[in-house]
């Protein structure tokens, strides 16, 4: 059996109330979410019902999509940025 901010009894009995009210908190979060993702939904199925030309779903998508992720630096790279901060530093606490 769980609580409806879904922790269950056992979970609820062995937590102090600190961590039972963060749990309701982050519950309540997550609950504005969902909220406000379901009035955006919506909102946008209205806009999109009333207007002419709707924008190409393919585009919407890709717009919606994460860009590609940057290249990871190599270690060499990271020792090489890492050597210049340490400069910097050492270069302005001699002032």
Same mark, same amino acid.
């Given at each position: *059996?769980?609580?409806?901010?879904?922790? @269950?009894?056992? !979970? #609820?009995?062995?937590?102090?109330? =600190?961590?039972?009210?963060? /749990?309701?908190?982050? =519950? &309540? !979060?997550?609950?504005?979410?969902? +909220?406000?993702?379901?009035?955006? &939904? /919506? #909102?946008?199925?209205?806009?999109?019902?009333?207007?002419?030309?709707?924008?190409?779903?393919?585009?919407?998508?890709?717009? *919606?999509?994460?860009?590609?992720?940057?290249?990871? &630096?190599?270690?060499?790279? *990271?020792?090489?940025?890492? *050597?210049?901060? +340490?400069?910097?530093? @050492?270069?302005?606490?001699?002032?």
């Amino acid at each position: *059996m769980a609580l409806r901010c879904g922790l @269950s009894i056992h !979970d #609820y009995e062995y937590m102090t109330p =600190y961590e039972i009210m963060l /749990a309701v908190e982050e =519950y &309540q !979060d997550r609950m504005r979410l969902e +909220h406000e993702a379901r009035i955006v &939904q /919506a #909102y946008l199925t209205a806009v999109w019902q009333r207007s002419r030309r709707p924008p190409a779903l393919k585009k919407v998508l890709s717009e *919606m999509r994460p860009k590609e992720q940057p290249r990871q &630096q190599t270690p060499e790279e *990271m020792l090489t940025v890492a *050597m210049r901060l +340490h400069n910097a530093i @050492s270069k302005e606490g001699g002032r």
